[in-house]
């Protein structure tokens, strides 16, 4: 995949990462969730589409942290903790309600569910 260098103006506020519904940047985080170091990566993500909410996962190569993407911190807060509460997963959230969550009990990523079961949740999950 070749990736190219893009400049976009991104709204801030008294410092603060501020999501504008004009221009479709969210923030993006990533959580580092095996030793409870604390330990936050931030950044921004543009063309996601996703409004009024989050969704976070704790399926991510290399080292399967809690990755969060959203348009607010209220909801990506909460997706963290719900992906922390069910030791990993899937979930998503929206004006401040988890909407579902896919729970990956094995390691977070992974599941003891039958691959139909699996399949029905992440379709109602994803959409």
Known sequence: ?????????????KGYFKYRKSVDILKLVVAERHK???????GLIENYKLKNGAIAASVSHDSHNI??????DED????????????????IVKNGEVLDTLELKIAGIMSNETPSDIVKKYILCMN
């Open 36 to 42: 409870r170091t604390g330990k936050i990566g931030l």
């Open 67 to 72: 990755i969060a993407v959203g348009d607010n």
């Open 1 to 13: 995949m070749i990736t190219e260098k893009s400049v976009r103006i991104a709204g801030f506020e």
């Open 76 to 91: 990506i807060i909460l997706a963290i903790k719900e992906i922390e509460k069910c030791s990993g997963g899937i979930t």
